[in-house]
């Protein structure tokens, strides 16, 4: 056989078994991938429903432009229209954190108002979250956070079963470890809570997204899915998050085991591009404060992932950064997040084969 026929035979191979491996996966987009354009409901929809999306989870309460149940009604019907389920994403819901947000009130009301939201909007879905990093430096213990988030769980359990409403928990921003995460799901009760699984989010807590996986994978029941890069520093290892197929990530390896841990649950991509490298300087004896609890077979892959990586080598605009964004960057930014988004999305479907309206 001629090697130009065999690489070419050997190609097609790889497409079909990872068709193979996301087919039947719902495809759609978390609303905060192109936040800089601050869409509302209807250009959401619009925009979602142009790319043929299955699936659309809006980034806040801040996308609609009502809570009144006629409004909420008339955006399901375009979802419906479209043949997209709808998600509904919040910020924390645990007081004890520093980025709650009592806008809405005490956290049993904010989730209680997103739990009538969802429900008017035909959706079953809520993604949610502890918080941050900087929640693991104190002076409030991570076990703190946690328990202080099964009491609000608690709390609206009862109206949440009534309608049929999961709270999807995200591994987000260093705020939990995988395992941590599965202790909290299990404890609040895995018949209604679940996880948002988030393959970008385990740059910040030394795990590898795929171990990250298969820890949540059974409780997952929609996700965030991004790439990152990831590599070796005199301080420890360093991390960018890039469009999907850009990064390090093994998606062969998240798709297959995301459809065999994750029958139903969405894949959405949270596309986040145009931030700086971060640092985490495992390698400092202080930064463990932070993570006493780590599991040493999670932190060996980690490192064994950054030992493969490299610094991004392609073009991407740096002005993601609050507070030090000059104002001439910000258009180049918001058509940055729509290029990006896209680029993921033609990803997700040519190379993984995922998605179920953009095939019919």
């Known amino acids: 056989m001629l090697r130009r026929t065999f690489l070419a035979s050997a190609a097609g191979a790889a497409a079909v078994h990872a068709f193979a491996s996301a087919a039947g996966i719902r495809l759609g987009i978390d609303a ?5 354009w601050k869409w509302k409901a209807p250009k959401l929809l619009e925009y979602a429903a142009g790319l043929k999306m299955d699936t659309l989870q809006f980034g806040g309460l801040g996308d609609l432009e ?32 520093k980025n709650f947000d009592k806008s809405y009130g ?8 997103a739990i009538r939201i969802v429900h008017g909007l035909g959706g079953n879905i809520i993604k949610t979250y502890v918080g941050a990093s900087v929640d693991r430096q104190g002076p409030t213990t991570v076990e703190r956070h946690i328990e202080e988030t099964l009491k609000v769980l608690a709390a609206v359990r009862p109206l949440a079963k009534d309608l049929g ?16 995460l599965r202790g909290l799901i299990e404890t609040a009760g895995r018949e209604w809570v679940g996880c948002c699984y988030d393959s970008g989010n385990p740059a910040m807590t030394l795990e590898d997204p795929v171990r990250t996986l298969e820890i949540l994978g059974p409780y997952t029941i929609t996700s965030h899915m991004r790439d990152m890069i990831l590599f070796e520093h005199p301080r420890g290892a360093a991390w960018q998050w890039t469009a999907l197929g850009d990064g390090i990530i093994d998606w062969p390896a998240i798709m297959e085991r995301y459809r065999a841990l994750c029958p139903g649950a969405a894949m959405l991509l949270e596309n986040i591009t145009g931030r700086p490298p971060r640092v985490v300087p495992f390698l400092e004896p202080d930064f463990w ?35 030090q964004q000059p104002p001439e960057f910000r258009d180049a930014l918001r058509q940055q997040q729509l290029t990006d988004l896209e680029k993921g999305l033609a990803f997700a479907k040519d190379t993984l084969g995922a998605g179920i309206n953009c095939r019919g």
């Open 289 to 323: 404060k932070a993570f006493p609890n780590h599991n040493a077979s999670d932190f060996a892959t980690y490192v064994a992932l950054a030992r493969r990586g490299r610094p991004l080598m392609a073009p991407m605009i740096i002005a993601d950064v609050p507070g």
């Open 165 to 180: 409403v999961k709270i999807a928990m995200e591994n987000h921003s260093g705020d939990l470890l995988a395992r941590e």
């Open 32 to 36: 905060y991938s192109i936040r800089s």
């Open 106 to 113: 005490t956290a049993p009301e904010y989730l209680t108002k």
């Open 66 to 97: 009502s809570f009144e149940p006629a409004y909420l009604a008339g955006v399901k019907a375009k979802a419906d229209a479209a043949k997209m389920t709808l998600e509904l994403g919040l910020g924390s819901i645990c007081p004890t954190t």
